[in-house]
C-alpha cells in the first residue's frame, strides 16, 4: 500500500469515530466572485449632518447615509475565504437549529451540531467550482434539517445555489469519499483541525475539535 493510501486509510478509520453520529452528506458548491456586505455593527450617535440619534442605535461599520445603504466589496474565493464561510455556515446552522441554547450554560455542550469538512478544488487545473463536502450530525430531530441546512448555506455570501443533501445510508462509504484526495496527494483537504463538534463528544470521541 502506498503511503498516500495509507494516510488516506488513517484518516477514514480516525473520522469513523463519529460514525454513530453523523447523520446527513452535504455537498455545497462556493462562488468564484461576492459582492460581501460587513456583519458587524458599530454603536452610532450621531449622523451625517451631527444630529443626535440615540446611544443604542447601530449601524453597519459601512454606511452610506444618502442612499441609506451598506457598503460593501467585492472579494474573490481563496482557501481563507473559504474556510472563512464555512465557519459561518456552522454558526448559523448551530442557532438555526439549537437557538439560544448555543449560549445558555446549561445547555451549550450539547447544543451544536457535528460537522466534518474536505474542501476540494483549491489546488487543481480542472476548471472545476470549489466545493466542500460535509458530514453532519447532532441535529434536532423535531426541526427540517433540509430546509435548516439550506437557508444556513444560503446565509453565506460566497454560497452558490448549489448544494446536495442526503440521509447518510452508508456513513462509512461517505467518510471513504470525503477523504479521496488524499490518494492524489492532496492530505489538506480533510480539515483534521477544523472538525465542530459539541463538547460533550470530547470525552467520548478521541480527535481534538477547534472550537
Not at 43 to 65: G, I
Request: overall charge positive; charged content about 20%.
Amino acid at each position: 500500500m502506498s503511503n498516500t493510501r495509507a494516510l488516506k486509510q488513517e484518516y477514514v478509520e480516525l473520522i469513523n469515530n463519529y460514525n454513530p453520529h453523523l447523520t446527513h452528506a452535504v455537498t455545497v458548491t462556493f462562488k468564484t466572485r461576492a459582492y460581501v456586505q460587513p456583519k458587524t455593527y458599530q454603536k452610532c450617535t450621531q449622523n451625517h449632518n451631527n444630529v443626535f440619534l440615540s446611544a443604542q442605535k447601530y449601524q453597519p461599520e459601512r454606511w452610506k447615509w444618502t442612499d441609506k445603504q451598506v457598503l460593501g466589496d467585492w472579494k474573490w474565493l481563496s482557501e481563507e475565504v473559504a474556510e472563512d464561510t464555512l465557519r459561518y455556515f456552522y454558526s448559523k446552522l448551530a442557532f438555526m437549529a439549537f437557538g439560544k441554547d448555543t449560549k445558555r450554560t446549561t445547555t451549550k455542550a450539547y447544543s451544536a451540531p457535528l460537522m466534518l469538512t474536505s474542501i476540494e478544488g483549491l489546488n487543481s487545473d480542472k476548471r472545476t467550482r470549489i466545493h466542500a463536502h460535509l458530514a453532519i450530525g447532532n441535529l434536532p430531530k423535531n426541526i427540517d434539517i433540509r430546509n435548516t441546512i439550506e437557508r444556513a448555506w444560503w446565509a453565506c455570501d460566497f454560497a452558490h445555489h448549489s448544494i446536495v443533501i442526503k440521509p447518510l445510508n452508508n456513513t462509512y462509504g461517505w467518510l471513504d469519499y470525503i477523504t479521496k484526495e488524499a490518494n492524489v496527494g492532496n492530505v489538506d483537504a480533510l480539515r483534521i483541525q477544523s472538525i465542530k463538534q459539541p463538547q460533550t463528544y470530547l470525552s467520548d470521541i478521541g480527535v481534538e475539535n477547534s472550537l
